[in-house]
Every structure is written in structure tokens, then in C-alpha cells.
């Protein structure tokens, strides 16, 4: 029954880091975007334009950095 609970308890994080991440993405993306209202980054991205795919790229990571240090503060 313990290992039941454990895994109970891993699907448990897994929904909420999954969530988490998924709104957080979205949040995150549109406040970059509306930060930067002269640059339309999408269709920079589109063009093949490595540095702004490279700095989109790092807020996700960051982001995923910070959902990850707040759901497993240890």
C-alpha cells in the first residue's frame, strides 16, 4: 500500500508541475510580448532570426526553473 501512495503522490506533482508549466508558459510569452510591443517575435522566429529564438528559448527555461525551484523547494 506505501508504494501505492508513492506513486499516487508522484502523478500528484507530475499534474500540478505539468499546469504549472503549461500556464506559466503562456503567461510568461505573453507578458514578453506585450514587453516588447515594436517587435513582433513570432514572426521574427518564422524568418529564421536565431537571436530572438534564442531569447525566447531562455525565458521558457528560466521559467521552467522557477516552476521547478517552487514545486520541489529542497
Known sequence: MNIFYAY???LGWAIVGSLSMGLG???TLK???LSTRDVD???LV????MPIAI???SVI??????VASIINPS
Open 8 to 10: 499516487l503522490v508522484t
Open 25 to 27: 508558459i503562456v503567461l
Open 31 to 33: 507578458l514578453f510580448t
Open 41 to 43: 517575435e513570432w514572426q
Open 46 to 49: 518564422k524568418d529564421g532570426n
Open 55 to 57: 531569447i525566447m528559448s
Open 61 to 66: 527555461i528560466a521559467l521552467g526553473i522557477v
